[in-house]
């Protein structure tokens, strides 16, 4: 009984890891993709500024608006890098999460294993006392007959 007891809060504490290893791995998933979108319109911004600055140098543009352009032009660049690079750890951080989540479930599904191994054998052995009692009813039977 105090072994079952035992093995139920095992299952219990692990399936509660579990859950919040799951609720860790679903944040992650939401933060990438904020990420993903934020870099999308990064990358948009600066295809429709660049689109504006090339209708400008066909317009015609001074030196000092062509020079803004190319250094707003370069910071968007590196706007974009930085947060490429927030993707990727996002995406890194999904993979460890995601590992952990495995590894939680992984050793749930364990004690979920032990548990039912635990519950047959408990069957087993009430089952042979069963046969047991029936045995020796049926030989009291056999006897008092005599």
Known sequence: MAINSALETLIELATNQTDEAAKRLGRAVRACEDTEQKLVLLL???????????TGLSNGISAAGYRNFQLFLDKLDTAIAGQQQIVEDA???IVNERGVWQTCE???MSFDTLATRAQQMELRKENKRDQKLMDEFATRQANYKR
């Open 44 to 54: 948009q911004y600066r295809d429709d500024y660049e689109a504006k600055f090339k």
């Open 106 to 108: 992984r050793k749930r």
């Open 91 to 93: 995406k890194r951080r």
